[in-house]
């Protein structure tokens, strides 16, 4: 089958070329440039943008199934490029999709789009969604895109929304933050963290769980993506037994980090760093359980478990030279 995905030299886009590429299907990978890993056979290539009509019918004409994931992912509180992509961006890919006739388009969005603070510590897709202006722009532009995407689904496209929570390990070129986390640990540099977690899945089910949705899911559904609730502590010291290295001794209850992220943060922004800002910290503050079973009943989703995607990103960084020492 042929098939197009937007944003395919990114951290989901790369296993998602992979897997498609792996179960047969030719790929057209869009994207600005082309990621100096990308060996395989079966992908083309093409530069697009995903605000320019124009340019994303071209790439999409002939593909029978679309994978939209370009997103510009920020902590900022405002950022009008990333308003722009994460909303019109959408809306352009999706037009784009109907006007040349893709049978089917997933879009990938995320747990953002819910309003985790406020969500009475559990998530369904039923749940509030972010629409408080204080919420980071990342997380309100990740729901007005849904509501873009959903205008052109009652013009006639059939469109899938899924919902990935916090996703993590391999494979990953770039090292996201919380893989970038549990590098340090492998490496025994983490001591001490923050005793908080979060729902995290692995990026290869995220991969796994698009194409499902895309051959079983209902046209205008929503589905989260999930993994399993993680503390962070706790992943840290796998992190670091897997090397053999000394994991965190202990870690710091959530209440404390409350009190000094007003000090952490102007510190860390002068280091160029926003690891321990509000924004970065206030989901795993907030630490939602996710509802996952909709996605498991309905497209047959299912999630491998924790301790093997860490072990299993250990040994990717090995083998891709990125552990150090």
């Known amino acids: 089958m042929k098939v197009a995905v937007t944003g395919a030299a990114g951290y989901v886009g790369t296993n998602l070329v992979d897997l498609l590429v792996d179960q047969g299907h030719e790929v057209t990978a869009i994207d600005r440039v082309r990621p100096v890993h990308a060996t395989e056979t079966g992908v083309r290539w093409v530069d697009g943008d995903v605000l320019d009509p124009a340019s994303m019918e071209k ?3 002939g593909a029978e199934v679309v994978y939209h994931l370009v997103a510009m992912i920020t902590l900022a509180q405002k950022d009008e490029l990333a308003w722009k992509i994460n909303t019109k961006g959408v809306r352009t890919v999706a037009e784009a999709a109907l006007a040349v006739g893709v ?4 879009h990938c969005s995320s747990v953002h789009s819910f309003d985790q603070e406020n969500c009475g510590g559990s998530l369904s897709e039923v749940s509030a969604r972010s629409v408080d202006p204080a919420l980071p722009v990342y997380d309100r532009s990740k729901w007005q895109g849904e509501i873009e ?8 496209l059939d469109a899938v929304v899924c919902n990935p929570t916090g996703v993590y390990g391999p494979a990953d070129y770039g090292l996201s933050r919380v893989n970038g986390l549990l590098r340090s640990a492998a490496r025994g540099r983490v001591p001490a963290f923050v005793d908080g977690g979060f729902d995290f899945v692995d990026v290869r089910d995220v991969a796994a769980g698009l194409i499902a949705a895309g051959e079983k899911g209902r046209t205008g559904e929503n589905y989260f993506l999930s993994g399993h609730m993680l503390q962070l502590t706790d992943a840290m010291r796998i992190a670091a037994n897997v090397t053999g290295r000394r994991g965190p001794v202990f870690s710091l209850p959530a209440g404390v980090l ?31 359980r996710i509802d996952g079973s909709k996605a498991r009943s309905e497209i047959g989703y299912n999630p491998r ?10 040994a990717f960084l090995v083998s891709s030279g990125q552990l150090g020492s």
């Open 149 to 156: 995407l959903r205008e052109v689904v009652d013009a006639g």
């Open 59 to 61: 790439a999409l004409a």
């Open 103 to 106: 049978r089917r388009m997933v």
């Open 305 to 314: 478990p924790a301790e093997e995607t860490i072990r299993d990103l250990i």
């Open 258 to 288: 409350n009190a000094v992220i007003p000090i952490l943060e102007p510190i860390g922004a002068k280091l160029g760093s926003d690891v321990l800002s509000k924004a970065a910290m206030s989901a795993i503050l907030a630490a939602p």
